[in-house]
């Protein structure tokens, strides 16, 4: 099987969109939810409602890969897993450092979702010296004086970082001088990366206060139609057309990039 350091997806140089690359793990786990039930094609309807999309930017999704499905009968599931694993580069094997296990670092390096998906956890790192050779998700933690050996001895292309805030900087400059070119950060900072070098960040304070505004205008609008007004904004959901922040195709995406 390929490893990660030598294989790269080949989305950029054809041309998907961001916006489509983001939908793409959506209609997977759809996709590899109706083939474990055995189930053989599928419209597009019934996976755009699945993986919360419209059917048309779906289609226009996946004629970006070249599938475009048949008339009367839908898609081929077995088909189209293949071939978005393909495209996400999930058929290959993606070694990847865990750096920073405390109580977040442990849950991730215990979450079982990275092995079914084409990710290896190869090495788990921790700057605590106590925490040297303890045995995480049985994987036995290595001390951050190793973290350039561990990276080129397995080939790790991803990290995942999530250490306090005020260590995740000099972590990342590390990952990134020896060879990692993406980065997952969960610390609650931004970090600087050099061109070449690709970071998504995941802050769950910020998704709930995000969470936490439109409550508050929710709150706000029953309390105005209480009163006789009328709403501020009606029929949208969560607001999706009010943000400021929204993606090419008007999406509002669940984690932002750093």
Request: proline share 6%.
């Amino acid at each position: 099987m390929a490893t990660g350091r030598t294989h790269r997806p080949a989305t950029r140089s054809r041309g998907i969109p961001e916006a489509t690359v983001a939908r793409l793990p959506l209609y997977l786990r759809a996709l590899t939810a109706l083939s474990e039930r055995s189930v053989p094609t599928v419209s597009s309807e019934e996976l755009a409602a699945a993986a919360g999309v419209n059917s048309a930017k779906l289609r226009k999704d996946f004629s970006y890969l070249g599938s475009y499905g048949t008339r009367g009968v839908g898609y081929d599931v077995e088909y189209l897993v293949y071939q978005i694993s393909r495209e996400l580069g999930l058929t290959q094997d993606w070694p990847v450092v865990i750096v920073g296990i405390g109580n977040l670092g442990a849950a991730l390096a215990n979450y079982g979702g990275f092995a079914s998906r084409g990710f290896r956890v190869a090495a788990l790192i921790d700057a605590d010296p106590a925490m040297a050779g303890k045995p995480v998700a049985g994987i036995p933690v290595q001390h951050t004086d190793d973290l350039e050996k561990i990276i080129k001895n397995n080939g790790v292309s991803i990290g995942v970082i999530a250490t306090p805030a005020g260590a995740a900087q000099q972590v990342c400059d590390r990952l990134v001088a020896a060879g990692v070119t993406s980065i997952l950060n969960f610390a609650p900072t931004v970090l600087s990366v050099p061109d070449g070098v690709d970071v998504r960040k995941v802050d769950l304070s910020i998704e709930l206060q995000i969470l936490a505004f439109h409550e508050q205008r929710k709150a706000g609008e029953e309390t105005a139609v209480g009163d006789g007004a009328l709403p501020a904004a009606t029929g949208r959901g969560v607001a999706a057309g009010d943000s400021a922040d929204q993606g090419p195709d008007g999406d509002v995406p669940a984690v932002m990039p750093a």
